[in-house]
């Protein structure tokens, strides 16, 4: 295994840090209280994207630093997920950077889904828009009446009808469908209730415009209801749509859902690194400006080993991580998922852990929109469920380790 960084990969990530230094911190707390003004309540009808950031968007496209996560030179930067993981860490130092490059979630695997999964005329109609960042997508997948950390249980159903498919299921948690761009929804639901449960289930893509969709209302989480994207609950009633529509075929769900939760899962992973780095730069600097009791906050109550135990769980969560991406490129995901699990318990918690730290050492400016702590936070907590309960990864984790011992 060797982690250093190519000739290509370095290049990116010089540029990229750049970027983010010249244009997108010095606006970072300026984007805050200007979209928390702006964008405010559970109303997405009023949600508006600011102009800063179409901005920068356009400024990262001239600059070359588009589309970094996709592995196809032509259409991306044709990076390895190895390689991309390094620049998803970077991106990671701010809530929102991902974005101005293309590289955000949901969008980065409906497009996986697309350019690997897609026919030729789904790639023309909603991947080429979506690598151009003209409109934005959502993955409908969670349900609100089942327990969804089993997806086996998705209740919505997929009927066919002719040469037309008939979709009926609520869905909730549909990260970005209140964003004002959000074209298009990825639906996967139950098809064939008689097959084997990893074969139930299919995946169809739907405008968001198709008589029947309606979105019911958005969802806060920790009170936040972070616009202008969004978590919502939509309503799918007797929604038609042709069954070109279906993608990869029948009973496909499960097989696209692993490909798309993959390489996705170590762009997540590596997000949160990178903000538990800045949560730590936070922490530091905080801890060597204010004084207390006669000393700087940095030594008094264990901050210093704070620091320590912080830098150490930093480096094994990257090394983990980095190791994970390496066996996806060399072995295949299905060959990584002990690793792939692993890091899904282990970045969000240590993220989680370091900005609680860092948030108590900022004393009230820590749960203000003052500093971005609250905001890293909230992805971190959300996270230990939005990609999989820690339950879940815990227990395949086990599973493959007795197996070992045939148990």
Known sequence: MDFSLSPKTLDYLQRLQAFIA???QPIEEAYRHDNASRNTGADWSQWRVLPIIEELKSKARAAGLWNLFLPDATLGAGLSTLEYATLAEAMGHSEFAAEIFNCSAPDTGNMEVLYHYGSDAQKEQWLKPLLAGTIRSVFCMTEPDVASSDATNMQATIQVDGDMLILNGKKWWSTGIGHPNCKLAIFMGLSDPDAEPHSRHSMVLVPMDAPGVRITRMLPTYGEYDPPHGHGEVVFE????????????????????QGRLGPGRIHHCMRAIGAAERALQLMITRGLSRVAFGKPLIDLGGNRERVADARIAIDQARLLTLYAAWKIDTAGVKHAMTEIAAIKVVAPN???????????????AGVSHDVPLTGLFLIARSLRIADGPDEVHRGLLSRMELAKYKH
């Open 350 to 364: 240590v993220l989680q852990t370091i900005v609680d730290q860092a948030i108590q050492i900022h004393g009230g």
């Open 22 to 24: 010249e244009h997108v």
């Open 238 to 257: 007797n929604v038609r749509v042709p069954k070109t529509n279906l993608l990869l075929g029948f009973g496909k769900g499960f097989a696209i859902a």
